[in-house]
């Protein structure tokens, strides 16, 4: 059986950095980022922003070679953006998060890899109202089963691996969210009869991280290829000021 290429994962946390500090990565971003990044009304999301995108160019760099600066990022017809170089699509696939206090991301050599990831704060409010408009019945009765306590935290881990499904597909919540289920520990997808989709054909993980936060990760892989991860936790001095 074949094996995919690893798929490596990086996160930032980002909740103790100033527009003062994100400010050295600006060089790194090309101009449309720019435009993007002044369109924002909240410093904090400003910051969000232009770390996501400077980690994404420094980890790119590092898993493929060029330097940060030379990459360029193309969108489709449903927005989901893939990775160029020059005038022609890189080898890579890769999906960015980004939540209050951490950015992250997930990319694989290899272009055109269904590749999802999501992150959440577990701090983060929650409405388990919300569950019975978006979640299958599998989940809320899962949901259900936990200890009032913990169901703020199991909410959020099928949300994530929701998130991670949605956006490695490319049709984002075009998708009705209660046409699949997970069955989080260990995450396993479900879908509803006739979706065009196959449940031995894709591969989840999910991990809580330090600082209070989850993160999912979803892959659809040819013939059940086994997957190998690497997560990698970035200091954002690490990142430094890159041009080239």
């Known amino acids: 059986m074949a094996t995919l290429p690893t798929v490596h994962v990086w996160t930032m946390r980002v909740d103790r950095l100033d527009e003062a500090a994100a400010a050295m ?8 980022e720019r435009r993007r990044v002044a369109r924002f009304v909240f410093p904090r ?6 770390a996501a995108h400077a980690l994404l160019r ?3 760099g590092r898993l493929c070679g060029p330097p940060p600066a030379a990459w360029r990022f193309v969108a489709d017809a449903r927005g ?4 160029w170089l020059a005038e022609a699509p890189a080898p890579v696939s890769f999906n960015l998060s980004h939540t209050e206090g951490m950015v992250g991301l997930a990319a694989s050599r290899g272009a055109g890899r269904a590749l999802g990831f999501d992150l959440e704060p577990l701090a983060r409010k929650v409405d388990l109202a919300v569950a019975d408009r978006f979640f299958s019945a599998r989940e809320v009765a899962w949901l259900g089963s936990l200890a009032q306590a913990a169901r703020a935290e199991g909410f959020l881990r099928l949300w994530t691996l929701k998130e991670a499904f949605i956006k490695a597909t490319g049709k984002g919540l075009t998708q009705d969210l209660a046409a699949f289920s997970f069955a989080p520990c260990p995450p396993r997808i479900h879908f509803a009869a006739g979706l065009a989709e196959r449940e031995a054909d894709w591969w989840f993980e999910q991990r809580l991280l330090a600082g209070g936060f989850v993160a999912a990760l979803g892959l659809r892989r040819p013939a059940c290829a086994p997957v190998a991860t690497q997560w990698t936790t970035i ?3 690490e990142l430094g000021i890159q041009k080239n």
């Open 45 to 50: 999301h400003r910051v969000q922003f232009v």
């Open 80 to 83: 989901k953006p893939s990775a």
């Open 25 to 32: 990565w600006l060089p790194m971003l090309d101009e449309s």
């Open 58 to 60: 420094v980890a790119l």
């Open 235 to 237: 200091d954002p001095a």
